[in-house]
Structure formats: C-alpha cells, structure tokens
C-alpha cells in the first residue's frame, strides 16, 4: 500500500519561508516521479513544482518561479519543496503526489497516489 505524507506546513508571515516534506512509503521511492500541488479555499488545486524519478529535471508553476525549489532524496524516499519569499497569495493547503515513471508531470491526472495535504498559512 502507497502513503505520502506530507509535513512542515504552518503559519509564516509574508516574506518568510517553510520547507515541505513528503515521505513516500509502500513503493520504491527511485522509480516514481513527485509533484507538488496546492488548493486554496474556493480555487481549484494547481500545479507547483515537479521533480524527475532521478532528481535531475524540475518544473514550476508560473505562480511559484524563482521563489520554490523542489527537491528528492531518494535514500530518505522524501522530496521537499523549499518555499521563500512566501506571499499571503500562497496561503493554501499543499498536496505532494506521485506516479511511476521517470518524467514529471503537471498535470493532476498524470498522478496515481496523493497525501492528506499539509496546510500553508501566510499572513500579511
């Protein structure tokens, strides 16, 4: 059985920066591309960044360009999304995801396994 469960979220005011994690457990973790996704109260769930089985090709979503850097560790079978210069506008619950393949992906459908998703608050 597949888990991801995320960790890190919290409270942060505008211009800080919180670290996610996600633990992936049930599957080997090398053979599955990441994702990082978000929804805010009443918007639908967007694409944040993605990461490659391997960890050597990344992608972003516009929104989150040069300010969030994903990132794997597969010893640890955890990828991590460092997000600075946090803006009240990120404010959302942030989901990690995975399927199997090699590729990333930005699109939801593309996704087999999902965590419970962690809360990011930031205030103004």
């Known amino acids: 059985q597949v888990q991801l469960v995320e960790s890190g979220g919290g409270l942060v005011q505008a211009g800080g920066s919180l670290r996610l994690s996600c633990a992936l457990s049930?599957?080997?973790?090398?053979?599955?591309?990441m994702g990082w996704f978000r929804q805010a109260p009443g918007k639908e769930r967007e694409f944040v960044a993605a990461i490659t089985s391997s960890g050597q090709s990344t992608g972003y979503g516009d929104s989150v360009k040069g300010r969030f850097t994903i990132s794997r560790d597969n010893a640890k079978n955890t990828v991590y999304v460092q997000m600075n210069s946090l803006k009240p506008e990120d404010t959302a619950v942030y989901y990690c995801?995975?399927?199997?393949?090699?590729?990333?992906?930005?699109?939801?459908?593309?996704?087999?396994?999902w965590g419970q998703g962690t809360q990011v608050t930031v205030s103004s």
């Open positions: 049930g599957r080997t973790f090398s053979n599955y591309a």
């Open positions: 995801a995975a399927y199997r393949g090699p590729y990333y992906s930005k699109r939801q459908s593309d996704y087999n396994y």
